[in-house]
């Protein structure tokens, strides 16, 4: 022992006399990346693991296979595994001496969407959703990406724990899309059962870089999110006799065109807002005018007080339009928060998670971002008091990028049935960023 330590002493005090540059890796024994080469050696494993991920999706909260199979995969590797974390959640633990304690967490669940990427390995996979209605299901969140590379990560610090010092916990979550997963989580004591991190990270694909490019947000990046439905009613009747009806196609049509003022004239511009009309069904054919009229809505927000008055004025807005048209009963508007945090990135820990990615993968390669109104429970941790990052790594073949661009075309974005990530760029650019990230904070105490 005393013996290997000299000998590391002496090469340490040649290469220096030398001008030999030594690595952190190379002096200390603790890496402060992995090499291209180290992630290339795994890749073919971890390939293997995203296309059966994709080829077999499961929905919110049903996700038993997906979670036994990514819980088999870091069991193997020497970490302390927990299934059944809020309903079919993992934790993967590994302690390994004294130091911080970082999570980094991927989703398990996959979207209600018919795949039609035309890969040789996509989805035909249909199930029941949580209303019983048998629906087509496909990774179109990419998410199956999030876990190959959560899998690879979790063998670098396996294979390499001589590298670094403090507690991993890997965190598989189930029901991202709207379903509350994080949230069963934390209440499954994720935080009180398990390690506490000091740091939680989590990584999402992204339809507007190329691929490789890592994106940060410093701040506020992902929007609150409520789902609305309304039911407007009139009264039903003849086509031909508009006269004796209260029609509510019509008064459904002049809600959905008045919300739009509330973006535009009551809304301060530079508080951002969206309402969007997803869906509107009523009635059955062409010459009858129905009783009522059903929307769904989703409006996204940053502030609870936009929120709040953002709601208050879609209520207002459909009450008053139901009276204008001399409607028999005020609309019925039902609020569903679906995510009531914004994911606000701890300013400090994702700056420098970005240098420390730009020394590693090129200043070119990791670009600020702006945010976006879309919403990630990811924000659950943050709202525990854990300081989170969540960071974007850009999926897209440059050159579809470059057309996109080009022609104002947009490539399909996650949700489309046609979202494909890059997959071997994008997957070997997220073991190896999030490798560094972790290593970045393990450096730390
Ligand atoms: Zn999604
Ligand atoms: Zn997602």
């Known amino acids: 022992m005393r013996l290997v330590r000299s000998l590391g002493a002496l090469l340490l005090v040649g290469s220096l006399l030398a001008g030999t540059t030594w690595s952190f890796a190379q002096t200390s024994g603790a890496l402060r990346s992995p090499t291209p080469a180290e992630v290339d050696a795994i ?59 970082v999570m980094l967490r991927t989703e ?45 990560t979790a063998r670098l610090m396996a294979d390499h724990r001589d590298r670094w010092r403090g507690t991993l916990v890997l965190v598989g979550q189930p029901a991202e899309e709207g379903g509350g997963g994080a949230k069963a989580m934390l209440n499954d004591g994720l ?13 999402h694909d992204d339809d507007t870089m190329p691929a490789g490019t890592i994106g940060y947000r410093p701040g506020l990046f992902r929007a609150m999110s409520d789902s609305l439905s309304i039911v407007v009613y009139g009264r039903g009747g003849h086509a031909a006799m508009p006269h004796a009806t209260v029609d509510p196609v019509v008064l459904a049509s002049r809600i959905v065109i008045s919300l739009q003022m509330i973006v535009s004239r ?24 129905p009783d009522e009229v059903r929307l769904q809505l989703s409006v996204r927000t940053y502030t609870p007080e936009v929120r709040s008055r953002t709601i208050a004025a879609i209520r207002r807005v459909a009450r008053a339009e139901a009276e204008a048209a001399a409607a028999p009963r005020e609309p019925q508007v039902v609020v569903t928060p679906s995510s009531d945090a914004p994911v606000v990135n701890d300013v400090q820990l994702t700056l420098r998670l970005a240098d420390r990615l730009k020394q590693v993968l090129g200043e070119p390669n990791v670009v600020e971002m ?32 470059k057309t996109a661009r080009e022609t104002g075309i947009p490539v399909p974005a996650p949700h489309s049935p046609e979202w494909a990530p890059d997959r071997a ?21």
């Open 43 to 101: 890749y073919s494993d971890i390939e293997a693991l995203y296309i059966d991920l994709h080829q077999h999706p499961e929905l919110a909260f049903q996700e038993v296979q997906t979670a036994a199979k990514l819980a088999a995969r870091v069991k193997a590797l020497g970490f302390d595994v927990a299934t059944g974390v809020g309903r079919t959640g993992v934790v993967a633990v590994m302690r390994n001496g004294p130091g911080p304690t």
């Open 108 to 152: 398990l669940d996959a979207l209600p969407v018919a795949e039609k990427t035309g890969l040789p390995f996509a989805s035909t996979v249909t199930a029941k959703n949580a209303a019983g209605e048998t629906v087509p299901v496909m990774h179109a969140c990419g998410h199956d990406l999030h876990m190959a590379a959560w899998a690879g």
């Open 425 to 445: 760029t994008t997957l070997k650019a997220a073991v190896r960023a999030e490798v560094t990230a972790l290593l970045e904070l393990f450096r730390s105490n």
């Open 266 to 289: 009551e809304n301060n511009p530079v508080d951002p807002i969206v309402i969007t009309v997803g869906s509107i069904h009523g009635g059955t054919q062409g010459n009858v005018i």
């Open 370 to 401: 702006p945010p976006k109104m879309t919403s990630e429970d990811f924000a659950e941790y943050g709202r525990a008091g854990v300081r989170s990052a969540l960071l974007h790594i850009g999926a897209v073949d440059p050159a579809r990028l």
């Open 191 to 203: 935080f009180t059962r398990f390690p506490r991190p000091d740091f939680a990270l989590s990584f």
